[in-house]
């Protein structure tokens, strides 16, 4: 096995807050990575600095070998990182369909895609995520399930090598979370490497090959599961409390 990804002592400031704080973690080829930790740890930060969306105050990324810090963020969606917002916001007045499209256009496949091939990249994203049916609605017309599967469905159709989620099943009940369950599960199926950020304990537990806990920016925790799960310093920083 070999690192698709490697985050090397990256540290994110916001005025005088941390809001990262010296990480460093390697993600395998294949593997699917779960990220937790209370609200405000620093989950959707670390996310951002690996798909370019927020630069770091120090430290490196480094994808497939090579270092991409100084990247901007649609450079490395074309490298093969692509990643889902937990600020969901579908391009309003676009069809479904259309809102997917945009997500195939910016990716790997970028640059010479035409929109025709675009849409039927999306199309293929759509049936994928189980939102084929909706493709012709505009976006603002789907629920919030809906939207989630289209964030997905969007960062699909950039057809990357490591998927970034933040937090897709959030306010999805059993049964939808279990619907997601099955689409990350085909993702991973694909070869495509996924560092998945969730607070559905039952569900990260069941998908993720290891498991890192941030707590106030910093890696308290990194290994298997169970392990991690039952680790006393992850029990007091996270699972005691309750979430919001
Ligand atoms: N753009 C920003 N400017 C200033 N502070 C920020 C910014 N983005 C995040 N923060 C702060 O950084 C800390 C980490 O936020 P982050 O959104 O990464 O947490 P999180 O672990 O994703 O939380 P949640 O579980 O609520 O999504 C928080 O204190 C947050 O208020
Ligand atoms: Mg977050």
């Not at 990716?107 to 995520?129: I, K, M, N, T």
Request: hydrophobic residues 45%; contains cysteine.
């Amino acid at each position: 096995m070999s690192a698709i990804l490697e985050v090397r002592h990256v540290t994110r400031r916001f005025a005088g807050l941390v809001a990262v704080s010296d990480v460093s973690f390697t993600l395998e080829q294949g593997d699917i990575v779960g990220l937790i930790g209370p609200n405000g740890a620093g989950k959707t930060t670390l996310v951002s600095l690996i798909s370019g969306t927020l630069a770091p105050s120090a430290g490196d990324v480094l994808f497939q070998g090579e270092q991409i810090n100084r990247l901007p963020a649609y450079r490395r969606a074309r490298l093969g990182i692509g990643r889902t917002f937990q600020i969901m916001r579908p391009f309003p007045g676009l069809t479904v369909l259309d809102n997917v499209a945009v997500g195939a256009l910016f990716g790997y496949g970028g640059g010479q895609a035409q929109l025709q091939q675009a849409r039927e990249q999306a199309r293929a994203c759509l049936d994928f995520v189980g939102l084929g049916r909706y493709a012709g609605q505009r976006a603002e017309e789907l629920g919030g399930p809906g939207r989630k599967r289209l964030e997905l469905a969007k960062a699909m159709a950039m057809q990357p090598k490591l998927l970034l989620c933040d937090e897709v099943m959030a306010g999805l009940n059993h049964v939808e979370i279990d619907e997601v369950i099955e689409v990350i599960r085909k993702v991973r199926a694909q070869g495509i490497s996924i560092l998945v950020i969730e607070h559905v304990i039952k569900a990260i537990k069941s998908l993720s090959d290891r498991l890192l806990v941030l707590h106030h920016g910093e890696k308290i925790a990194d290994g298997a599961p169970d392990a991690v799960l039952s680790d006393p310093a992850v029990v007091q920083a996270y699972l005691g409390k309750k979430r919001r």
